[in-house]
């Protein structure tokens, strides 16, 4: 059972900073892409960043490059998103989550179109006040 523990939401102004954790069970880490979602009131849920547990370069969406980085530390088996220059506009739950695919983008796009493919965390909240 592939299980996803996030952690690391909170409440920021703009500007702000905030590091997001996803912590992966054993069957998980190495073998499959990870990545985050996010998903705001009334809105899709969207694929933000994702990387092959087993190395590779990320992909980031557009509205996040330059801001956000994903890195991982393989002994906790630990994905981390660090949310800089956070925005209003990136108000929204987090997701992490886990799956197979071709390319980390492949990754997003497939479980946004397709979200039971793949395995999910709970959900973080991240609140950015202007």
């Known amino acids: 059972q592939v299980q996803l523990v996030e952690s690391g939401g909170g409440s920021v102004q703009a500007g702000g900073s905030l590091r997001l954790s996803c912590a992966a069970s054993?069957?998980?880490?190495?073998?499959?892409?990870m990545g985050w979602f996010r998903q705001a009131p009334g809105k899709e849920r969207e694929g933000v960043a994702a990387?092959?547990?087993?190395?590779?370069?990320?992909y980031y969406v557009d509205s996040v490059k330059g801001r956000f980085t994903l890195s991982q530390d393989n002994a906790k088996k630990t994905l981390y998103l660090q949310m800089n220059s956070l925005k209003p506009e990136d108000t929204a739950i987090y997701y992490c989550?886990?799956?197979?695919?071709?390319?980390?983008?492949?990754?997003?796009?497939?479980?946004?179109?397709?979200?039971?493919?793949?395995?999910w965390g709970r959900g973080t909240q991240v609140t950015v006040s202007s």
């Open positions: 989550a886990a799956g197979v695919g071709d390319a980390p983008i492949d990754f997003l796009r497939d479980l946004e179109i397709r979200p039971d493919l793949g395995y």
């Open positions: 054993e069957y998980t880490y190495g073998s499959l892409f």
């Open positions: 990387i092959y547990t087993s190395g590779g370069s990320a």
